[in-house]
């Protein structure tokens, strides 16, 4: 799928609020945007990462679960909006299936950590 | 015990009267189709029971209930799958004043008073 259009209802601002916090981002060099809502991120000096933005009330595993299906190759789910969460246990999941699963406040400071995803 | 709008009311009609091999957890209404007249959507927590639906397969197997409900009531669904564990964990329900439409074992679900 292209950009322009995800089954997630993911809306354009939650898209460029995305975009630019990781525009403006120290630990990351460049980015690229494909499928509306997966971010192939390069970081200086630590991995690459690719990610998915997703913005549910709550995310919960079968939601997370979805998304490592729709998007095959993920290393991060990353929850945004300031009304929703994670709800999931994300040492559990990431035990299971080697996918992060994070509110995007912790992500923005998790691309800080070399030992993210490594 | 709250009110709720008469569209609530018309959609948890819509949801009981659906056959019941779509339902594969407990069916919740939340949001806005709770107190509003015209509401964009309709948001739908489904609850599963974890030892019996694997969450891997939970939005598969609830794309028929999905798709039954937003062709009945002609509104977008916005569907919250959790299991038991997160439910409790995260006090959802209760957060967000959602209305237990049914159970995934009872097709009888709570009274609940309508506007």
Redesign the interface.
Known sequence: MPNGKNSW?IGYSEIVFFTNALNAHQAVDHFARTEDIVFDISRLGRSSLRVVLVS???L???????AI?EFPGIQVIVNSGNWN?V??DRNSFRRQTKVEVLPLKNFLGALNDPDFCA | MPNFSALAGIVRGIILALPDELFVGDVYLFGSILNSSSPNDIDVLLVINEDIVPPAEAYKLSMPLSKAIEVQVNLKLDLTILTRTELEKSKFVALVNALLIRTQSSRSPPSCQMR
């Open positions: 209802d549910e009330y709550r919960g595993e079968a939601a997370a679960y979805r299906q969460a709800v999931l």
